[in-house]
């Protein structure tokens, strides 16, 4: 089984600043898609960010020039640098990691951290 640790989550003022971190484990055999993803109240869950093995990044328009996703391969570990956080931004936010374990296709998500901006 893979794990999914997440932290970094918090309360923060508008303006302000967070940086997200999920560490993947267990039976890992490779990554492709690394991702975050965000759930505000009474909302569908929306991707954020996404990065791929060899680099390539989306980002969603809302968060564009605010937001860096980043990821560090020889750790499993994906991060969220979240600048000039704003009101809106108020969500739990969760890892996905997409790719292969040993024997059936990588899909697991992180249990959520809530990062709150308050105003």
């Known amino acids: 089984q893979v794990q999914l640790v997440e932290s970094g989550g918090g309360l923060v003022q508008v303006g302000g600043s967070l940086r997200l971190s999920c560490a993947a484990s267990g039976t890992i055999f490779s990554i492709n898609t690394m991702g975050w993803y965000r759930q505000a109240p009474g909302k569908q869950r929306e991707l954020v960010a996404a990065i791929t093995s060899s680099g390539s990044k989306n980002y969603a328009d809302s968060v564009k020039g605010r937001f860096t996703i980043s990821r560090d391969n020889a750790k499993n570990t994906v991060y969220l640098q979240m600048n000039s956080l704003k009101p809106e931004d108020t969500a739990v936010y969760y890892c996905?990691?997409?790719?292969?374990?040993?024997?059936?296709?990588?899909?697991?998500w992180g249990q959520g951290t809530l990062v709150t901006v308050s105003s």
């Open positions: 996905n990691v997409r790719g292969r374990e040993v024997f059936r296709t990588l899909d697991a």
